[in-house]
Each structure stands twice: as structure tokens, then as C-alpha cells.
């Protein structure tokens, strides 16, 4: 397998390498048109946090469905009124449209994130105020 080989509409890679290329997305609506990792319906995340990292905003006006599933170490997902802590490889939690969030890295953890729709105005601008990120398209 030859790694970012999309010659013939097919890319193999590597989540790890290719995710610390584009902030751990692997494939969504920010991809270039001509890629297979293109899409509007889904984006796909492959996160590597180290311990301690937390998410720096909450997300609100929440336009998409989310899963998060860990792969390993433990995860502290924030929702309104409750924390959902995951701390065996395969927990998950899936939360949807107009559900406010943010997470915590209680110790170095991996974590697969599928949501959708794959749509821009989510992305954390370095600069801005910190407090919370809102869907702004």
C-alpha cells in the first residue's frame, strides 16, 4: 500500500500520519474537491491528544450529529448538565444537532470522531476569543 496514492479515485494512508497533517481530520467538506476524502454529508476526525489538552472553546449552535469513539487512554466529553467520561477502548457517545460541547484529555488518548453533515464555520481561529466557538456559515 503506498500511502496518498489517489491516482485512480482511491487514497490508502494512515490515520496518524495523514490526521497530523490537517489537525487530525481525515476526511470532510475542507478536503480539495478532487479528492476521495472530499464530502459534504460526513467529516472524520482521527484525534491524538496528549494529557491534560482540553478543547479550547465550547461549541454551541450545534448544527451536526457527532459520535466519538475512544480508542485508547480516558476522555472527559462536556455536554450541558453532565460529563461523559470514556475509559475503555471502543466507550462512545454520540450527541446531536444543537447539543452544546467540549472535551478534556484526562490522560494521552486517541479518539475516532464521525459527524454530519460536513459543514465549515467550526474551526478554532487561533486569536479569537476563547470563551466559546459558534457555527458562523
Keep these: 500500500m503506498e500511502d496518498g496514492d489517489a491516482d485512480d479515485g482511491v487514497y490508502t494512508g494512515n490515520a496518524g500520519k495523514d490526521a497530523a497533517l490537517d489537525r487530525g481530520w481525515l476526511l470532510g467538506h ?3 474537491a478532487g479528492d476521495p476524502r472530499h464530502s459534504e454529508a ?9 494529557a491534560g489538552e482540553e478543547r479550547a472553546r465550547w461549541v454551541t449552535g450545534e448544527l451536526r450529529t457527532a459520535l466519538l469513539v475512544l480508542i485508547s487512554g480516558r ?15 471502543g466507550d462512545y457517545v454520540v450527541w446531536g444537532r444543537g447539543t452544546d460541547h467540549s472535551w478534556a484529555a484526562e490522560e ?4 475516532l470522531t464521525v459527524r454530519w453533515p460536513s459543514v465549515p ?15 458562523t456559515a
Design 75 to 89: 476522555f472527559r466529553v462536556r455536554l450541558p448538565g453532565r460529563d461523559v467520561l470514556l475509559t475503555e477502548q
Design 30 to 32: 475542507f478536503k480539495d
Design 42 to 50: 460526513v467529516e472524520i476526525k482521527w484525534g491524538v491528544h496528549p
Design 108 to 111: 494521552e488518548s486517541v479518539v
Design 121 to 135: 464555520g467550526y474551526a478554532v481561529v487561533p486569536g479569537e476569543d476563547p470563551r466559546s466557538e459558534r457555527h
